[in-house]
């Protein structure tokens, strides 16, 4: 079955169209189910296709998924700027990858279920607790952030497979799907590392630079305070009590 539309809107939120498809009653246990994301340059999909297709379809849905989302992207920036050089960075970035990972099948497999509300609010305090403790930091040691990351990535794992369960999982090919979004969500990792690194190695080249303090205690900076902001914004006290406060 092929889906073709040109329902695309100009205005923020229009850009992108996402259904969900059935095949079958959708209280049938052999139904199957499958998310579709239409943009004006992908107006068309085809609907149960098979499990390779399924996987690639999945890759590009993780790197705009990590490409889109701010508040992974805010805590990748306050890890990968907390110290300089490749062992530190392939370090960290692994710690990462194997927490979030972890999280991410056992949550789609149903083995954990946490409330999406709490995931976010714990997400946003990861933000504020990495920046804070580049901001608090004495000298350039790196010892215990490791397993400080591989806390905060178990919690992005949740976060990551709230945001896959929104879209919806074809039952045929769960495995593919989780697989395909796993890879799509490291490349998009990647990307971000490198232009994050390269902009560091610029700045440091330019400003002519022994280290990259400067650089890291600003992002960490920014980091907290849009960190604060996130947490405020998904805790509905906070929200209320800035509310009544602005």
């Avoid at 889906?3 to 959708?26: I, N, Q, R, S, V």
């Avoid at 998310?35 to 590009?60: M, P």
């Avoid at 700027?81 to 991410?104: E, K, N």
Wanted: charged letters at 15%; one cysteine or more.
């Amino acid at each position: 079955l092929l889906l073709t539309t040109d329902l695309f809107g100009t205005k923020k939120g229009e850009d992108k169209l996402t259904l969900t498809a059935t095949l079958g009653k959708p209280s049938d246990a052999n139904s199957r189910t499958e998310v579709v994301i239409l943009d004006s340059g992908h107006a068309s999909q085809r609907l149960f296709a098979g499990g390779w297709e399924t996987f690639n379809k999945f890759i590009q849905i993780g790197i705009d998924h990590i490409l889109s989302g701010r508040d992974h992207l805010l805590f990748l920036l306050t890890i990968i700027v907390a110290a300089a050089g490749w062992r530190y960075w392939l370090s960290v970035v692994t710690s990462f990858t194997i927490a979030h990972s972890i999280t991410l099948t056992l949550s789609v497999l149903g083995t954990i279920r946490v409330e999406a509300s709490l995931v976010e609010q714990a997400i946003a305090a990861s933000i504020i607790l990495m920046a804070a403790h580049n901001l608090l930091r004495q000298g350039t040691h790196t010892r215990g952030l490791v397993p400080m990351v591989f806390g905060c990535g178990l919690l992005h794992g949740l976060g990551f497979a709230s945001a896959l369960s929104e879209m919806g999982l074809d039952s045929a090919h769960r495995l593919a799907t989780l697989a395909g979004f796993n890879v799509g969500v490291e490349c998009g990792q990647f990307m971000f590392l490198l232009s994050v690194i390269y902009l560091m190695t610029l700045l440091r080249y330019l400003m002519n630079l022994d280290n990259t303090h400067i650089f890291s205690k600003a992002a960490s900076a920014i980091a907290a305070v849009l960190g604060i902001i996130m947490l405020v914004q998904r805790t509905e006290f906070l929200n209320q009590l800035a509310d009544r406060l602005f």
